[in-house]
């Protein structure tokens, strides 16, 4: 079993940075991919960036691209989500979820998932 919690959500204003923090622990980190997904009220839970293991594969939804960075730290256990040039359409419930094996980008294929924290966006 894995533990997923996240960390590092706010209010931030628009154009600004925020970095997310996903710390795991009951397993063993470096043979999990962690993904980034956020959820606004109302809507489906929406893919933002995955990265794998060990190598490090990263994918990134569209929406993002170029703006947002994921990495992981496998000595801490901790997988990095660098939001910078933030839009208030970015406002949402971010969510880490860890699998086994090849990134994904669909939520229904991640086993473990964390409690989740708000960014916030103001325009």
């Known amino acids: 079993q894995v533990q997923l919690v996240e960390s590092g959500g706010g209010l931030v204003q628009a154009g600004g940075s925020l970095r997310l923090s996903c710390t795991t622990s009951?397993?063993?980190?470096?043979?999990?991919?962690i993904g980034w997904f956020r959820q606004t009220p109302g809507k489906e839970r929406e893919f933002v960036a995955t990265?794998?293991?060990?190598?490090?594969?990263?994918r990134y939804a569209d929406s993002v691209k170029g703006r947002f960075t994921i990495s992981r730290d496998n000595a801490k256990s901790t997988v990095f989500l660098q939001m910078n040039s933030l839009k208030p359409e970015d406002t949402a419930v971010y969510y880490c979820?860890?699998?086994?094996?090849?990134?994904?980008?669909?939520?229904?294929?991640?086993?473990?998932w964390g409690q989740g924290t708000q960014v916030t966006v103001s325009a």
């Open positions: 979820a860890a699998n086994q094996g090849w990134p994904p980008r669909t939520p229904n294929e991640y086993d473990f």
């Open positions: 009951g397993g063993i980190f470096r043979s999990y991919s």
């Open positions: 990265i794998g293991s060990p190598i490090g594969t990263t």
